[in-house]
């Protein structure tokens, strides 16, 4: 059996503007993993113990292996072998499942084929799968997806972020599906490049609040409280996602916001000082040093 590995990305600012070349300030979530196991000399199966997981699987893993296939200049040839899957990457609420699901299925053809997975080829595949399902996609989930550390990105382009910063990043579940491509479709007719720039901004004083420790809750909650309100402009926000944020302030939260698409999915909130245990709802704290 081939064990191979994914994971969920977070995206603290960025979001949609990425697509247009803004940049995106990212990183992995290593609590969220999609791994699988292979053994290419039994016959064709299948096994995963979530349902939701499984038929994603089932539905995509044919034609993405085809596509693969193809772009690597394969013969195409039907997908053989059994199959193991664990998945704890949350699905359709922004946490990069479609991401982390490109890059296993990218990994899965280099090791068949004997290519040598280096970070550019997987990089150009998963993207290829990644554009598959979103129609368009700048690439920052997949770099997330692939990425061990926090990253800024932008024009496909990747560069790693020693982190310094003050302070506590959680996510809180609104318990919503986010569908990106509804999203991607609402901003991208909206045509404003103003936002895109306040985003951008964004993303700026971000990545100054990350590696410094001088000032670094100030600079990050100013970001997210600007991002914040790009989603707002673009009419993302929803009535789940605003009594999250309430309930974020009330924690003693500095400043809060969406990530990924918006629409639903998961809350970002920023803390100076890390929560009780005794905190209920579903909350999980982020790490940016690994």
């Known amino acids: 059996m081939i064990p191979l590995q994914s994971h969920g990305k977070t995206i603290l600012t960025g979001e949609h503007a990425v697509i247009r070349g803004a940049p995106a300030v990212v990183i992995p979530n290593h609590h969220q993993t999609l791994m699988i196991c292979y053994d290419a000399s039994k016959p064709f199966k299948l096994t995963c113990h979530d349902d939701m997981t499984l038929q994603i699987f089932e539905s995509h893993l044919p034609e993405l292996w085809q596509m693969g296939q193809t772009f690597l200049g394969q013969k195409t040839e039907t ?50 799968f990644e554009m598959h399902f979103h129609g368009n996609s700048s690439g920052a989930d997949i770099a997330g997806a692939m990425s061990t550390h926090p990253i800024w990105f932008q024009d496909k382009q990747i560069h790693p972020i020693q982190c310094h910063h003050q302070g506590y990043f959680y996510l809180f579940d609104s318990n919503q599906i986010s569908h990106t491509k509804k999203c991607v479709s609402q901003v991208n007719n909206m045509n404003e490049p103003r936002i895109d720039d306040e985003m951008s901004l964004a993303s700026g004083l971000m990545i100054k609040g990350l590696e410094s420790t001088d000032y670094s809750l100030e600079l990050i909650s100013q970001s997210i409280q600007i991002a914040d309100t790009c989603f707002q402009k673009w009419g993302l926000m929803t009535p789940e996602i605003q009594t999250i944020q309430t309930k974020i302030k009330a924690l003693g939260g500095i400043a809060s916001k969406v990530t990924g698409a918006g629409g639903g999915g998961y809350v970002l909130g920023y803390f100076e000082h890390l929560l009780s245990n005794e905190t209920d709802g579903k909350l999980q704290l982020l790490s940016l040093n690994n």
């Open 79 to 128: 997908f053989t072998g059994e199959l193991n899957i664990e998945n704890s990457v949350p699905i359709a609420r922004g946490c990069g499942f479609s991401a982390a699901f490109s890059v296993i299925v990218a990994k899965l053809l280099h090791h068949v084929y004997d290519f040598p997975q280096n970070t550019d080829s997987l990089f150009k595949l998963s993207l290829h």
